[in-house]
């Protein structure tokens, strides 16, 4: 089985080789198997040198395509055209991502064992602080490996959505009948993704292998902020590639189906949740009602359930089902409280043998009900929780969705020989517990996963 890689870079001179390296190492044999084709999208640093580089030292393999910038889409139609026809696979790598040793492999064993499916994806694992400190951790969307490699039906799992091309690997014979949409300046890549998805209604899931990107916040931050400073990011983009969402599966299965549903909303939160600071900057009033009018008009197409499932901050799924029932001018609305807060659970490990229990507080609570608290059992003792209330408003766009002076979280710090128990909200009229928790031994398995991660990373 063979393969091409096609990879477009712009000024990507800082990690472009470490990308073509992860190819030329894998495990499958790269001589024999393996086309890589690097989409020089205008470059004007030193990147097309390093790639004139690869080219020499490998040139039966590896070949440079210089064109005028034009954008990612563009890029990758343009790579798609050059790749050999005796090739049964299409992956996709961006220039500053790496592959783990044997992705190509696993694919290949995958694809020969199930030979009906056209995409096959793996883990997504991202890494901060380029360098010799690595940080690296699991996309929350690895949940699908978790029973191993096999065959999603999105028809039956809804929340086994994907999106993204990098790492994705494509039959190249179901890809010729697809292209990249070369209008949009982002989403290309889940648009043409969704709309095969929809056609086949399955797709490959593959556990043992890892796609490495890089969230260097020192080098890639100004990127990011950058798109979402583009009005393209807003309205267009909602009409282009939600809407086309919406018809396709409407015209395929008659009704909007979960998958769709659940992918709109895990996407959308996205526009309250990390860079919601520009939607006021960016846009004009106009424009901000435009994006309102449009977002209500497609999420009234969508269940409030599948907002509400969505693993985010509740502030986020109260605006995204305020504009839903509102529209423009935004009116948001906080949910009812109900007896028992909603909580996030999260931990952090002191380097002194410490550790400190975290429960943040979702609803817009002023106070907990009298003789009600959060705490921990340990075999030594029952200790309450301290409750830390915000010091200043919290906002999406200009409008506040926590004011100063609610509860923000409750927290327990625990010692050495507190590591081991039951955390728990003592209501006024009963107990519930949240969670048993064994710190230490959730520790080391914490460090196990990290180690393995960068020993797969550095193979």
């Not at 020499?56 to 210089?66: L, S």
Request: aromatic share 12%; hydrophobic share 40%; with cysteine.
């Amino acid at each position: 089985m063979k393969f091409a890689i096609i990879i477009p870079f712009y000024n990507a001179e800082n990690r472009l080789e470490k990308s073509v390296e992860s190819i030329i190492k894998q495990s499958y044999g790269f001589t024999e198997n393996i086309q890589i084709l690097l989409v020089n999208d205008g470059s004007t640093d030193k990147s097309g040198n390093i790639a004139d580089l690869l080219v020499r030292k490998h040139p039966q393999n590896i070949h440079q395509i210089h064109i005028k910038n034009g954008g990612p889409a563009r890029a990758r139609n343009i790579g798609l055209m050059h790749v050999r026809n005796d090739i049964d696979f299409v992956g996709f790598l961006d220039a500053d991502d790496v592959y783990s040793l044997h992705m190509i492999r696993e694919m290949a064993h995958f694809a020969e064992k199930h030979t009906q499916v056209n995409m096959m994806v793996p883990p997504f694992y991202y890494l901060d602080d380029w360098g010799s400190r690595k940080k690296i951790g699991a996309h929350k969307l690895n949940t699908r490996f978790e029973q191993g490699s096999c065959v999603v039906n999105i028809l039956e799992d809804y929340k086994a959505i994907h999106f993204y091309i990098g790492g994705t690997f494509l039959r190249f014979e179901r890809l010729k009948q697809l292209a990249f949409d070369e209008s949009l300046r982002f989403g290309e890549d889940q648009l043409l993704i969704t709309k095969m998805l929809l056609d086949d209604e399955e797709y490959g899931v593959v556990a043992n292998v890892g796609y490495f990107y890089y969230r260097d916040m020192k080098e890639k931050g100004s990127l990011v902020n950058k798109s979402w400073q583009d009005k393209s990011r807003y309205q267009p983009f909602l009409e282009a590639v939600y809407q086309t969402y919406l018809h396709d599966s409407k015209a395929k299965f008659g009704t909007v189906i979960p998958y769709v549903q659940y992918l709109i909303s895990y996407h959308a939160k996205l526009y309250f949740y990390k860079e919601h600071v520009y939607f006021r900057e960016v846009l004009v009033e106009e424009e901000q009602a435009a994006f309102v009018t449009a977002f209500q008009r497609i999420f009234s197409e969508i269940e409030e359930r599948y907002v509400w499932e969505l693993e985010t901050a509740q502030p986020v799924k109260e605006m995204m089902l305020s504009l839903r029932k509102s529209g423009w001018p935004v009116r948001f609305e906080t949910a009812p409280l109900v007896d028992i807060p909603t909580v996030t659970l999260h931990k952090k490990w002191r380097p002194n043998g410490h550790a400190e229990l975290f429960s943040d507080i979702e609803e817009s609570r002023v106070a907990l009900p009298e003789k009600s608290f959060f705490a921990v059992k340990t075999l030594f003792s029952t200790k309450k929780a301290v409750v830390v209330k915000r010091s200043e408003d919290q906002l999406i766009w200009d409008v506040v969705v926590r004011p100063a002076g609610t509860i923000r979280t409750a927290k327990i710090r625990l010692r050495p020989w507190e590591l081991r128990g039951k955390w728990f909200y003592q209501h006024e009229k009963r107990k519930v517990e949240l969670e048993y928790f064994r710190l230490t031994a959730e520790l080391r398995q914490r460090v196990k996963r990290r180690l393995k991660l960068k020993r797969a990373l550095n193979q």
